[in-house]
């Protein structure tokens, strides 16, 4: 079955820049879209498209692909970005979704 | 923005069905995709099915034979049923409104989720 990888957890200190990855054989033709999700909480679409900011996304936030990994930068990481952050896609035919593992950010 | 709200039971028996009920408010059911998303505890986020506008939908391949998500314009609401359930099926469930790009083939997403509803399967 398809699969999405994420590194299951990255570790940054206030102000740094954080990239998430997310790789995926088929990310070089499907798009991701980002979730960031917070304890007890529904999660919250970030980004679409690879690299569009959803409503109300900072700008610190960006989303960049290439070939088979896309990547979710986060440049001068605040405290309140600390979360769990998502990757989801479609297969090659874009008919069955695939959500990656996530990767928990904290911001230390 | 729509409003979803989950509403079922909370406990199923193992081998039991479980349904779940998504109530919309703020649009109409109809006009919109659907899908249904789960997390068991402490683990990440599967995806269940998906429902177009037209009633067609498309099911996670490794849940399809026990999984049937439809809709009920009537209640604006839209529903899922999961069959035979275990205890890998305990999990908050989440109901969500799709949002589809113009893309060939369709790339879709979710823009608007529920608050989640924990349905733990034990005897």
């Known amino acids: 079955s398809y699969e999405l990888r994420q590194p299951p957890s990255l570790s940054v200190s206030p102000g740094q820049t954080a990239r998430l990855t997310c790789s995926g054989d088929?990310?070089?033709?499907?798009?991701v879209y980002w979730y960031q999700q917070k304890p007890g909480q529904a999660p919250v679409l970030i980004m679409y498209?690879?690299?569009e900011r959803a409503s109300g996304t900072p700008e610190r936030f960006s989303g960049s692909s290439s070939g088979t990994t896309v990547t979710l930068t986060i440049t001068g990481v605040q405290a309140e970005d600390e979360a769990d952050y998502y990757c989801?896609?479609?297969?090659?035919?874009?008919?069955?979704?695939?959500f990656g593992g996530g990767t928990k950010m904290t911001v230390l | 923005q729509v409003q979803l709200q989950e509403s079922g039971p909370g406990l199923v028996k193992p081998s039991e069905t479980l349904s779940l009920t998504c109530t919309v408010s703020?649009?109409?059911?109809?006009?919109?995709?659907w899908s249904w998303i789960r997390q068991p505890p402490g683990k990440g986020l599967e995806w269940i099915a998906y429902?177009?506008?037209?009633?067609?939908?498309n099911y996670n391949p490794s849940l399809k034979s026990r999984v049937t998500m439809s809709v009920d314009m009537s209640k604006n609401q839209f529903s899922l049923k999961m069959t035979s359930v275990t205890g890998v099926d305990t999990a908050v469930y989440f109901c969500?409104?799709?949002?589809?790009?113009?893309?060939?083939?369709?790339?879709?997403?979710?823009?608007?989720w529920g608050q989640g509803t924990l349905v733990t399967v034990s005897s």
């Open positions: 703020g649009g109409t059911v109809s006009s919109f995709h």
């Open positions: 989801q896609s479609g297969d090659n035919s874009g008919t069955y979704w695939v």
């Open positions: 498209k690879d690299s």
């Open positions: 969500a409104r799709v949002a589809w790009l113009g893309t060939s083939p369709p790339s879709g997403y979710i823009d608007d």
């Open positions: 429902i177009y506008s037209n009633g067609s939908t």
């Open positions: 088929a990310l070089a033709k499907e798009y």
